[in-house]
């Protein structure tokens, strides 16, 4: 009898799962409703007679889950990365020029596929011997949030993988969206209940994904499209995005039937051009079209640049657009004391959103596009989310619209406003003294690339500072869980969770706390290059100019901020107070070495397997040696590790001797080679 029930319920499994397919995926009914509520009231029945009949993958449990109390963490094995932006058709040539640059492409076109940009969220899909077992949404791009109750809803995503040969671990990429016919229905339900409706399907996605209550995300009918792999372990990974894709819709996934290959960046620009005259008569918005290298080993060989890849962009439409008043123009002031311009606008609906602010960006913008109080303005939604002013109805002015003056003091703190020759922003001079500063600070201080103090959000800074709680970094490692609590909405429990994630960021690395300290013009990956170059926090605050630009990256505008920085009385009061409170690193003193290596220039490429390509430049750049990215004549050598691509192929077809990780190791010793 146990035999009997086990083979007709995977019986059912097949055929539901089947016929889901073919009427989610493939769009192509197998069966008539009436016959599939049929077979799937029967498994029900079987599961609830035989509860051990009941498994994960059983299509019953789509319906959903009773309602989580929060979403816990889930860290990507491979981080999910953003993408570059482009919103001119010169961008996206200089883009594939950049590409064909970095492959030393001289002769050929690069083939790329093109992929519809839907305006949805970004998630991975983990599978493990052939079974759904968790979804996570992007996040951060290296922790994102458990959401696998609700992705089990979507009736697009298979439970079971459509393969007799799984492989160990398979996580797919894609992008969860709700279509116009779900939407509407959705917002129609809402006014039938009373409640506010959604002002658009993105919005609507995102709040139906991240429902505690797996029950309403099913209810809400989202769907999903597929456009990559991240983990793989035990399947052969695929030559190509496109046979990426061909192996996803294999397996079971719904793949964008608009996906294509395009050979050429002229193909791409006209891939794009038709996208956008059919953009109307999709079934889902769309904000643009995303272009990747297609050849795998070609995306390895470009990497990734920050958070994003440099084999794949995304080419953006234009933003919608709407006409309102400018009634009136505040000056903000951010982290690093920069003061930009924002308008005060009539409220307008464009796409999608009622705006009231944009911004002007600057005062040179203000200026080239002649803009004054009390005009009627042109206001669109940059990238479709940016709200700007894009330009002025000058046949509608006022006689009485004013000109935009920049302050000569910071509305916040009323010190001097600076204007450096060669720079577009304007700022206050009272550094980290001036509370609007202070605030944007620690706000950065907190992040997650920074100090990562978890649940330190902006609001809450806010309300610290509000409070009189804090005025700088220093003061967050001086509150107590008796201060904290007594802030609105803020309990015993809360207060103390908060309390221990300051005091555990107090061990952190000397990257984290360069970066953490917010010096103007140096990012996360000029704080990487400073801690590894110097080492140690005093060698970094005594550097010079000169050493200080021998970095590659570093040049002299980075190197007067960094020198400015650390010259100014009040950082350096700063930093002490940190390190009285207990704020440490480890630090690594960089051996002095002479520059044997001075006049040489050398490539690196290939995985590494004892030092990071990173770690072995700086070390080159310590001995006095350029490292480039390209392979000329003019090239010492080339180091190749694992993987080396087409660098090493053309140092040898130029005569440029290629050496292993091994001949890199024995060239930094300090007897050389």
Same mark, same amino acid.
């Given at each position: ?17 089947d016929h ?13 409703d009436?016959?599939y ?18 498994t ?46 970095r ?18 969220l ?11 077992v ?42 969860v ?13 809402m ?17 139906s ?52 290959i ?15 005259r ?14 990747k ?66 911004t ?6 203000i ?42 003091l ?5 010190s ?12 206050c ?13 620690i706000k ?25 709680? %804090?005025? /700088? ?6 509150? &107590? @869980? $008796? *201060?904290?609590?007594?802030? !609105? ?8 969770k ?30 990487g ?21 021998? %970095?590659? /990256?570093?040049?002299?505008?980075v190197?007067? &901020? @960094? $020198? *400015?920085?650390?010259?100014? !009385? ?7 107070s ?36 990173d770690?072995a ?23 190749a ?10 140092a040898e ?21």
């Amino acid at each position: 009898m146990e035999r009997d029930i086990s083979a007709r319920v995977a019986q059912l499994h097949t055929l539901l799962n089947d016929h889901a397919h073919r009427y989610y995926v493939l769009d192509q009914p197998s069966v008539s409703d009436a016959e599939y509520d049929i077979l799937f009231r029967e498994l029900q029945q079987i599961e609830e007679d035989n509860p051990e009949a009941r498994t994960q993958d059983s299509p019953t449990q789509r319906v959903g889950a009773p309602p989580l109390q929060g979403f816990s963490q889930v860290e990507h094995a491979v981080p999910m990365l953003s993408l570059g932006n482009a919103f001119t058709r010169e961008e996206l040539t200089e883009f594939d020029r950049r590409v064909r640059d970095r492959l030393e492409r001289d002769d050929g076109e690069i083939q790329y596929v093109a992929e519809p940009k839907l305006d949805g969220l970004a998630i991975s899909l983990r599978y493990e011997n052939g079974i759904f077992v968790q979804g996570a949404t992007r996040g951060d791009g290296r922790t994102g949030e458990n959401v696998t109750d609700n992705l089990r809803t979507i009736e697009m995503i298979p439970l079971r993988l459509r393969t007799d040969n799984p492989p160990a671990v398979l996580e797919a990429r894609g992008e969860v969206y709700m279509s116009h016919a779900s939407f509407k229905a959705l917002n129609a339900s809402m006014q039938q209940q009373g409640k506010p409706a959604f002002v658009n399907p993105r919005n609507a996605a995102a709040g139906s994904l991240r429902q505690l209550d797996s029950r309403k995300s099913a209810e809400r009918k989202l769907s999903i499209y597929l456009y990559g792999l991240g983990e793989l372990q035990g399947m052969d990974v695929p030559d190509s995005q496109m046979q990426a894709l061909d192996v996803l819709g294999r397996l079971g996934f719904p793949i964008n039937p608009e996906t294509a290959i395009c050979t050429g960046i002229d193909a791409c620009y006209n891939f794009y051009e038709q996208l956008q005259r059919d953009r109307p008569q999709l079934s889902y918005d769309i904000d643009g079209v995303v272009f990747k290298v297609d050849a795998l080993t070609e995306q390895r060989e470009l990497g990734f640049v920050s958070r994003a890849p440099r084999w794949a962009i995304a080419q953006k439409f234009p933003a919608e657009e709407a006409i309102t008043l400018l009634e009136s123009v505040e000056f903000q002031v951010g982290r690093t004391g920069a003061l930009t311009p924002v308008a005060r606008l009539q409220p307008v609906f464009v796409g999608g959103v009622t705006l009231s602010n944009a911004t002007l960006h600057n005062m040179d913008e203000i200026e080239r596009k002649d803009i004054r109080e009390g005009d009627t303005v042109v206001v669109r939604r940059a990238g479709d989310v940016i709200p700007e002013v894009a330009r002025v109805v000058l046949e509608a002015r006022k006689k009485n619209a004013q000109k935009i003056v920049l302050p000569a003091l910071c509305p916040v703190c009323e010190s001097v406003v600076v204007s450096t020759p060669g720079e577009v922003k304007s700022r206050c001079s009272g550094g980290l003294q001036c509370a609007a500063q202070q605030r944007e600070a620690i706000k950065h201080f907190a992040s997650r690339n920074a100090m990562h103090i978890d649940g330190l959000g902006d609001k809450l800074v806010e309300q610290l500072a509000d409070e009189k709680l %804090i005025a /700088d970094f220093a003061d967050l490692y001086r509150l &107590s @869980v $008796q *201060q904290v609590q007594s802030l !609105p909405r803020m309990g015993e429990k809360s207060a103390a969770k908060l309390i221990n994630a300051i005091d555990a960021s107090r061990q952190t690395t000397l990257q984290r706390f360069v970066f953490a300290l917010g010096i103007p013009d140096v990012g996360e990956n000029g704080s990487g290059l400073l801690a590894s170059r110097f080492g140690t926090l005093d060698a970094l605050m005594s550097a010079d100019e000169n050493a200080l630009t021998s %970095i590659d /990256d570093i040049g002299p505008i980075v190197a007067n &901020s @960094v $020198q *400015q920085f650390f010259a100014n !009385p009040h950082s350096r009061q700063l930093i002490e107070s940190l390190l009285s409170l207990g704020v440490e690193f480890p630090e690594n003193k960089v051996e002095q070495v002479e520059e044997t290596l001075a006049g040489n220039i050398y490539v690196l490429t290939g995985t590494m397997s004892d030092m990071s390509r990173d770690q072995a430049k700086v070390q080159l750049q310590l001995r006095g040696a350029k490292v480039t990215g390209s392979v000329s004549k003019k090239t010492t050598a080339v180091f190749a590790g694992d993987d080396p691509g087409s660098k090493a192929t053309k140092a040898e077809s130029l005569g440029v001797p290629v050496l292993d990780e091994a001949a890199l190791l024995k060239l930094l010793e300090p007897n050389g080679l």
